[in-house]
């Protein structure tokens, strides 16, 4: 059974710094392409980072570009996103998907998805 699961969410002041994880049971994440959405209230769902399998390409939403950084560990199978320089405008429901066909912006197009880590960035 395929499993991602997502932590590293939380209260940050804006300025400060989060590390989200996401950590993979049930599939090899190498394998996949791997992305990171987020969903605000009342907002459309954003795809803001996604690491292309076997490759070091990365890519970034305009609105993250510079602030934050999407990585992984193979042998933890685990993705992170680190966020940096946080906005208000950053807070938001953030959920990781893997796909074995390539970085799509859309989510239905992933293969697999978690729950999701709230992040709410506020004095």
């Known amino acids: 059974q395929v499993q991602l699961v997502e932590s590293g969410g939380g209260l940050v002041q804006p300025g400060g710094s989060l590390r989200l994880s996401c950590v993979a049971s049930g599939l090899t994440m190498d394998w996949y392409h791997v992305a990171w959405f987020r969903q605000a209230p009342g907002e459309k769902l954003e795809e803001v980072a996604c690491?292309?399998?076997?490759?070091?390409?990365?890519f970034y939403s305009d609105s993250v570009k510079g602030r934050f950084t999407i990585s992984r560990d193979s042998a933890k199978n685990t993705a992170y996103l680190q966020m940096g320089s946080l906005k208000p405008e950053d807070t938001a429901l953030y959920y990781c998907?893997?796909?074995?066909?390539?970085?799509?912006?859309?989510?239905?197009?992933?293969?697999?998805w978690g729950q999701g880590t709230q992040v709410t960035v506020s004095e």
């Open positions: 690491s292309r399998a076997g490759e070091t390409t990365t």
């Open positions: 998907g893997v796909d074995s066909s390539y970085c799509s912006p859309n989510k239905w197009e992933y293969d697999f």
